[in-house]
């Protein structure tokens, strides 16, 4: 079996463990997300979950609070992607709940709708009976992602007011 390695890939990789070497974490950890997003991208699930991973423990390692957020909803979405919804849904739980402490509501209305949509995958995965109580979840997500959409638009229009 051949183990393919494209260059594109390569020079990722590369990159990363050049940064690695250099101790520079932080550039290291977007090496990890930009990987882990090819990987992905390529249908390689479980290669994102890993490299994602380890942007998410070299993020806490550094505190950086909105890369640790961000790396969670990354996780998450790989767990829910290989139908570990409910190890997906911590995940994203944590994105909210950081996002909120930054006081950042576009990441927190993104964290509700990834709830939103990890609960509608859920859901789908049930039989029906058992299916009722994520729909209801994914309801509420919507819901209250919708109310940070409509605060963001009221806070941009309140921008565009003061620069006029």
Do not use: W
């Amino acid at each position: 079996m051949s183990k393919y390695v494209s260059p594109e890939l390569r020079k990722m990789l590369h990159a990363k463990e050049k940064a690695q070497k250099r101790g520079n974490t932080s550039e290291e950890a977007k090496f990890c997300n930009v990987i882990g997003e090819f990987y992905k991208k390529e249908g390689n699930v479980c290669g994102a979950l890993k490299e994602h991973e380890m942007e998410l423990q070299l993020c806490e390692s550094i505190g950086d609070r909105m890369g640790v957020a961000i790396a969670n909803r990354r996780v998450g979405e790989c767990k829910s992607e290989l139908g570990r919804f409910e190890d997906g849904l911590r995940h994203h739980k944590l994105y909210l709940r950081i996002a909120k402490s930054l006081g950042n509501l576009l990441e927190e209305q993104r964290a509700l709708a990834t709830i939103a949509r990890n609960c509608y995958l859920y859901a789908q995965s049930l039989p029906q009976p058992g299916s009722d109580r994520q729909l209801e979840y994914f309801k509420d997500a919507i819901l209250e992602s919708l109310k940070c959409v409509d605060k963001l638009e009221a806070n941009k229009k309140a921008s565009e007011r003061d620069t006029q």
